[in-house]
């Protein structure tokens, strides 16, 4: 009787509110940070929505455990036939992740991010990374150290039996601060959608510069008038049109012109990886005119590591399609100026892939774009692990 006296004490000197008490001391009931939890558990915002009004109103003005909170989440749960997928007990205080003498809120959104370097799908990710966020609240962990954090993500992935996965995660973890920067090239003819794969690949491994040799072009044509370099002043498949060029006897005009406009554009290119690697910083440059032989990667080979990789669609329907979209959104771009030389495209992609043949530089069949993308941060995390050749898991 006293207690429950003191209980209606407490919750009117707290104005009815309900208060939640655990080994970490008394923190108030909040029905947002609840409705968050089962959202992330798998439950309907209006399910999650209906579920934490009823809490509140059956718990309002108590001072509770956090046993009994869950207790009462799932009496409420199971009375309105709602499934939640993870063990209720986890709605927890906030876990740290420390690093030194930094500490920063455990985030499984980020945490998911980090995973996608492994080639995992956004939804496998998040997967694994609810897993671990499950074990530390099993665990009844308020922090955790970030090296420990990475040797948690590495067990789950082996436990779910991805252990390629498991060994790219480390590999891209080594590159997070790299003593070279990691520049990824995704060459390929127009429309064969390298811009759209390099801001996901970029995305997903987490480098903040993304930068299209169309750019780089632009502004060289600011600087370099049409008379002293015509190539430039034109698109690839085009620049054979450009009044005073001649191609060889016998020669592809259409081709010569191209690789002639590659040759200009690369030292641009040049440029700007010289730029990422003075600044340690990883970039991402997808573009045309990155023509396999037309640049001098073993110049790189000290001081970065570059990946190249060459993007295809042998579909000339699929190319179609993807310059009629694209002019949706990119009203200056219209379809029918790359309809009416999707010849000279395929054309130029026949050379490009010929080049990339006899370059040894692998290529990436766009046929699905979310295969195609963990395709490229597979060859990248496996080409980054072939330069390298130590033992991955020494990073645990």
Not at 188 to 215: P, Q, W
């Amino acid at each position: 009787m006293a207690e429950n006296e003191s209980e209606r004490q407490r919750g009117s000197r707290d104005g009815g509110r309900t208060l939640v008490e655990d080994a970490g001391g008394t923190r108030p009931f909040m029905r947002g940070i609840l409705i968050h939890s089962l959202l992330s558990r798998g439950v309907a915002f209006e399910d999650a929505y209906a579920v934490a009004n009823q809490v509140r109103d059956q718990l309002r003005g108590r001072q509770i455990s956090r046993e009994e909170l869950g207790k009462t989440i799932a009496e409420v749960c199971d009375k309105d036939g709602i499934v939640v997928e993870a063990a209720l007990h986890s709605i927890s205080p906030e876990i740290t992740v420390v690093s030194g003498d930094d500490a920063t809120p455990f985030s499984k959104g980020i945490l998911s991010q980090s995973l996608l370097a492994a080639a995992l799908e956004p939804a496998e990710a998040w997967d694994v990374a609810r897993g671990i966020e499950e074990r530390l609240v099993n665990e009844s962990r308020r922090s955790v150290e970030r090296g420990d954090l990475r040797r948690m993500a590495y067990e789950e992935l082996l436990s779910a039996s991805r252990q390629r996965a498991a060994r790219r995660y480390l590999v891209w973890r080594r590159y997070q601060d790299p003593d070279r920067p990691v520049v990824i090239l995704l060459g390929g003819a127009a429309g064969v959608g390298k811009t759209s794969l390099a801001l996901e690949v970029a995305h997903r491994l987490g480098i903040s510069r993304v930068i299209s040799t169309d750019a780089i072009r632009q502004v060289m044509r600011l600087m370099l008038s049409p008379e002293l370099v015509p190539a430039i002043h034109s698109s690839s498949y085009d620049a054979w049109r450009v009044p005073g060029f001649e191609p060889t006897p016998g020669g592809d005009p259409v081709v010569e012109a191209f690789a002639a406009q590659a040759s200009a554009v690369s030292v641009g290119i040049k440029a700007m990886i010289d730029r990422a690697i003075d600044e340690n910083a990883s970039l991402v440059l997808d573009g045309v005119s990155l023509l396999p032989g037309r640049l001098d990667l073993e110049a790189y080979a000290d001081r970065a590591h570059v990946v190249f990789l060459i993007v295809a669609t042998f579909d000339g329907d699929a190319i179609r399609a993807r310059f009629t979209r694209r002019a949706e959104g990119e009203k200056a771009r219209p379809p029918h100026r790359y309809l009416e030389n999707l010849e000279a495209i395929l054309r130029i992609q026949d050379h490009i892939l010929d080049q990339a043949e006899a370059n040894d530089v692998p290529i990436v069949e766009n046929l699905s774009f979310d295969r195609s993308v963990l395709s490229i941060i597979r060859q990248v995390t496996e080409t980054l692990a072939k330069t390298d050749g130590s033992d991955v898991t020494a990073l645990l």
